[in-house]
T-cell receptor
Framework: GAGVSQSPSNKVTEKGKDVELRCDPI?????LYWYRQRLGQGLEFLIY????????KSGLPSDRFSAERTGESVSTLTIQRTQQEDSAVYLC??????????FGNGTRLTVT | GIQVEQSPPDLILQEGANSTLRCNFS?????LQWFHQNPWGQLINLFY???GTKQNGRLSATTVATERYSLLYISSSQTTDSGVYFC????????????FGAGTRLAVHP
């Protein structure tokens, strides 16, 4: 594909529900990253994948957050029992090793 | 601890003016990128510049890795340059993640 694709682009959910966010990286990119951006803030690292393993999960804010990746392809970020403070834009990026990151357009999550 | 600091936090320009944005980082890096986040939230790659100087049209960037800073130059600014400019670095020493600065919010008025 031409770029990193994320879906859905917008998600509104009720507090307490689970959500799944999807990221399709650029073909051939072995590294995949998830970031969170709250309104008016900078980007906050969540998790890094190399292939389908996650050597750095240090940014996941709680055990309600998890992510997985299938091979060197699609990744899913799951948030269980969503809270209002989870409202943010969730951004995915991919890259070759030691190369620039390319970001998708993000998923805007609103928890009501 | 490891830090990425950007200045100024906010910048207002008249169309046609030039500006310099700065990024200071606290340790040696093996990746440094400048991004522009437009008013619709899209993050656009401007430069991948862990060291040296690059130019792309009205934009140029310089990273002096030994002194731990990078500069982004915008010349003849246009209203479409408005948005937030982020510097992001990957620190050497086994780190994988790109750490973002807080950004410089630029508004260019006609």
């Amino acid at each position: 594909g031409a770029g990193v694709s994320q879906s859905p682009s917008n998600k509104v959910t009720e507090k307490g529900k689970d959500v799944e966010l999807r990221c399709d990286p650029i073909s051939g990119h072995t590294a995949l990253y998830w970031y969170r951006q709250r309104l008016g803030q900078g980007l906050e690292f969540l998790i890094y994948f190399q292939g389908n393993s996650a050597p750095d999960k240090s940014g996941l804010p709680s055990d309600r957050f998890s992510a997985e990746r299938t091979g060197e392809s699609v990744s899913t970020l799951t948030i269980q029992r969503t809270q209002q403070e989870d409202s943010a834009v969730y951004l995915c990026a991919s890259s070759f090793i030691d190369s620039p990151l390319h970001f998708g357009n993000g998923t805007r999550l609103t928890v009501t | 601890g490891i830090q990425v600091e950007q200045s100024p936090p906010d910048l207002i320009l008249q169309e046609g003016a030039n500006s310099t944005l700065r990024c200071n980082f606290s340790d040696s890096v093996n990746n440094l990128q400048w991004f522009h986040q437009n008013p619709w939230g899209q993050l656009i790659n401007l430069f991948y510049i862990p060291s040296g100087t690059k130019q792309n049209g009205r934009l140029s960037a310089t990273t002096v890795a030994t002194e731990r800073y990078s500069l982004l130059y915008i010349s003849s600014s246009q209203t479409t340059d408005s948005g937030v400019y982020f510097c992001a670095v990957r620190f050497s020493g086994g780190y994988n993640k790109l750490i973002f600065g807080a950004g410089t919010r630029l508004a260019v008025h006609p």
